[in-house]
């Protein structure tokens, strides 16, 4: 039987994190204490070792907060102080899209920091909000900045936003430089390559993906490859495992083979920094490791049970990251289910078939739940995506790090060595994107604790029972063959649309997707969300195959951006657009998707009437481009203002969709539709606070309905707003809360489905 003394060591170390981050203090305090009394009283040496390493961990986590909360950083945060601090960077920039423009973020120690007429020497964590001047800073380089401090709760002591360049005053450490150097050799051997490739070997070899395809990157999460995009265990265990292979090659036997392992371990987290992310995959690594070598799954256990006690004394954070989950899981699930699963197959396969099968496999199952709980999908590809493209990895990997130390030499040479690591990705991509289409990759489940509870008691079953299922060639063969038909069918949501519906809201994440019911299986679609993929999904299930007419409100990408996706397998009439042709991307996007359908857009009409379908499509605003209000940049754009404003009518219902009219705008509308009352109102601008109340409560809308996305950044919808509409006896329906939301009529009277 299997000694469970030491992963017990990492569970009870796991368990006293956990405690030590969601709950209070004197909490997990007690809860700890308790655990411990418990274990001692019953006299098993593992649990009192458990129980033991939750307290430990517990412990450091709860003085590492206190010394983030506690020291003069945090007190001037909480009072917003201006000040002048020393700053050792820890991480390489990266930008970030704000609501004024591109913001750099970076960490950084601060070392010394005066404010409010005292000094100290200190070293707390905080994160920097710098322009584009700071694009450029070099991890390890120890700056001068002044700017003022704010609160901040991810596990640093402050916010530091900080203007114009930052004073060095020391540059980075020999070894930093190195680091930096091979980075961008790495990149320099691939840049003649497709832009895929050109991505993704940095992202493979050091999980530099700052450059990565969104697009792209959803399709890597979909086929469940996104672990190739991140530094992982699988980077480190390559690339050592090379260099072992090598140095045995050159001679190098016994003791010495540690060091070169020791020395190729220290190297990658020093190329892909020393974050707590990259020391978390080159434990996860260096298990890999251990558990490939002799008696490898017992010394594997072991070993992973030391490395999650070992990362939880130094980084008592990660015990709530997905990422340390994610590591420790599929770790786990390699080490515990994939060697009895692999036996199993042995019986009808051969043993490196049931080995590719089984690794993956196992892998999936133990992170199913996470991933879930992350995404709220279920791949039912992400077994065969990752068996296609492991072939790739390896050379991918490593001669993607060749490569780049060629390079470093004479960069021509480092792209002939590099090359076929571009062609490798190359067949990853293909996958990724091929597995993504097929029309039903992944499932949607939900992140509600119910369906977490079935995933994870679903995953505990296959766990139970695939031993024995899969020694039986016909049980194995026939879930295959039923997993296959069910990948390449697209099967229907039962019950959804329901007869009867007028009007869906598309749950596209932050923007506007609205689909008007005009006939069978037609729609006339109002602007398209952001991302593709999610209004085409909302079409297929409404069964939209037609598409008489798409309406573009305005050029902002939140409407426009996933046109693709509208356009796609479709039958399209006529698109229609504002006549204000801001901002350019937006319309250079529109031009390019539309002409990839043969089609030409058609500037909107004022005060047209039409018939389309069974609706009745009114253009009530803008009067003329030159009509509209001209605001500010931001929250009264002109853009916004000269959102085309219909009325619509279907089946005797009424509504008024609004695109992002601001209140300049909407004070106009309110002449323009003096008098007029409808039952829906889309209500303007994702709920912004920046309403012409007069209008919106006006109209006396039944239902209103705010297409927003979750957690976004600019505070929508507006609770005073939400509490205006309800107060005047209005239903308020948001996609963030409800997902997908229809209007139905059903014997004459509005009701309302949601589809969350």
Known sequence: MRDLRTPMLGAGAWLGGIAAAVLPAWASIALVATVLLGAVVSKQAAAVGAAVAAAA???????????????????????????????????????????????????????RVAGRGAAYDVRSPVVLLADEEWRDVALGERVRVSGRLGPADDGVAALLSVRGRPEVVEGPDPWWRAAAAVRHSIRESVAPRAEHPRELVPALVVGDDSGLDPALADDFRTTGLTHLLAVSGTNLTLLVGFMLVVARWLGVRGHWTYAVAA??????????????????????????????????????????????????????????????????LATGG????????????????PRWAAEAVSVPLAAQVACTPVVTALSGEISLVAVVANLLAAPAIAPATVLGLAGGLVGLVWTPLGQVVAAPAAWSVGWIVVVAQRGAALPTAS???????????????????????????????????????????????????????????????????????????????????????????????????????????????????????????????????????????????????????????????????????????????????????????????????????????????????????????????????????????????????????????????????????????????????SADLLAALTATGAQVRRTDLDGDVLVTLDDGALGVRARD
């Open 443 to 717: 499932i949607s489940w939900g992140t509600g604790p119910l369906a977490l509870v079935a995933v994870t008691v679903a995953c505990v079953a296959m766990v139970a029972v695939a031993p024995r299922v899969l020694r039986h060639r016909s049980a194995g063969i026939g879930c295959s063959v039923l997993l296959v038909v069910t990948v390449l069918t697209r099967p229907p949501s039962p019950g959804w649309p329901p007869e009867g519906w007028v009007l869906a809201m598309c749950d596209v994440g932050q923007g506007d997707g609205l689909v008007v019911r005009a006939g069978p299986g037609a729609g006339i679609v109002v602007d398209a969300g952001p991302d593709p993929v999610l209004i085409d999904e909302c079409l297929r299930r409404l069964e939209i195959t037609t598409v008489p007419l798409v309406v573009l409100t305005h050029f902002h990408d939140d409407h426009v951006g996933g046109l693709a996706g509208v356009l796609e397998d479709r039958e399209v009439g006529e698109v229609v657009v504002t006549g204000l042709p801001d901002p350019a991307s937006g319309v250079d996007l529109v031009q390019r998707e539309t002409a990839v359908a043969g089609l030409r857009p058609v500037v909107a009409t004022y005060g047209l009437t039409r018939r389309v379908g069974e609706a009745t499509v009114q253009t009530v605003w803008p009067a003329s481009v030159a009509g509209t209000v001209p605001g500010e940049e931001g929250e009264g754009s002109a853009a916004n203002d000269a959102s085309v404003v219909l009325l619509v009518e279907v089946e005797g219902v009424r509504v008024l969709l609004t695109g992002d009219v601001e209140p300049p705008a909407q004070a106009a509308l309110e002449r323009v539709l003096a008098g007029v009352e409808v039952d829906v109102l889309k209500v303007p601008h994702h709920g912004s606070r920046h309403q012409d109340l007069d209008l919106l409560l006006g109209l006396r809308a039944r239902l209103a309905l705010v297409s927003v996305g979750a957690d976004n950044d600019y505070g929508h919808p």
């Open 334 to 349: 390699i080490l515990f289910l994939a060697p009895a699963w692999r036996d199993a197959l042995m019986a009808w396969l």
């Open 57 to 111: 961990v517990a412990g450091v986590a709860l003085l590492h907060a206190g010394g983030i909360t506690g020291g003069p950083v945090h007190d001037l945060a909480s009072e917003r102080a201006v000040v002048t601090a020393e700053v050792t960077i820890t991480s390489d920039p990266r930008v970030s899209r704000g609501r004024f423009g591109d913001v750099v973020v970076v960490r950084g120690d601060v070392r």
């Open 263 to 328: 020395v190729g371990i220290v190297g990658f987290v020093l190329i892909a920094r020393t974050e707590p992310s990259v020391v978390r995959a080159a434990a996860m690594g260096t298990v890999a490791l251990v558990g490939m070598g002799t008696n490898g799954r017992e010394r594997g256990s072991r070993c992973l049970g030391v490395a999650v006690l070992g990362l939880l004394l130094v980084v008592p954070d990660l015990a709530v990251s997905a990422g340390f989950a994610l590591s420790v």
